[in-house]
Nanobody, 118 residues
Framework: QVQLVESGGGLVQPGGSLRLSCVAS????????MSWYRQAPGKERQLVAD????????NVADSVKGRFTISRDNAKNTVYLQMNMLKPEDTAVYYC???????????WGLGTQVTVSS
């Protein structure tokens, strides 16, 4: 079975940092584009960043450019999201997504809560 397990969320003060991790199992990790999404209460789920197997990454959301960095370690079947200079508007549940690079099959993790508050 395919499983994506996120970790690293929590409560942090504005200006602080967190690193999220997502460990994938049950799939051929190198064949999947990995992404981080986030969803705040009452808002649509938003694509934050994605990264190909070769390590080509994008910060899709303008609001996180220059502050968030996505990376992956194919040997560990893990994708990361380094979040710096966090703002209250970054508060959301952050979800890991895996999409097959050809067939576009989607898998989702259950999410991890990030709360930025003083």
């Amino acid at each position: 079975q395919v499983q994506l397990v996120e970790s690293g969320g929590g409560l942090v003060q504005p200006g602080g940092s967190l690193r999220l991790s997502c460990v994938a199992s049950g799939l051929t990790f190198s064949r999947y584009v990995m992404s981080w999404y986030r969803q705040a209460p009452g808002k649509e789920r938003q694509l934050v960043a994605d990264i190909t197997s070769a390590g080509v990454s994008r910060n899709v959301a303008d609001s996180v450019k220059g502050r968030f960095t996505i990376s992956r370690d194919n040997a560990k079947n893990t994708v990361y999201l380094q979040m710096n200079m966090l703002k209250p508007e970054d508060t959301a549940v952050y979800y890991c997504n895996a999409q097959h690079f050809i067939w576009l099959t989607d898998y989702w993790g259950l999410g991890t809560q990030v709360t930025v508050s003083s």
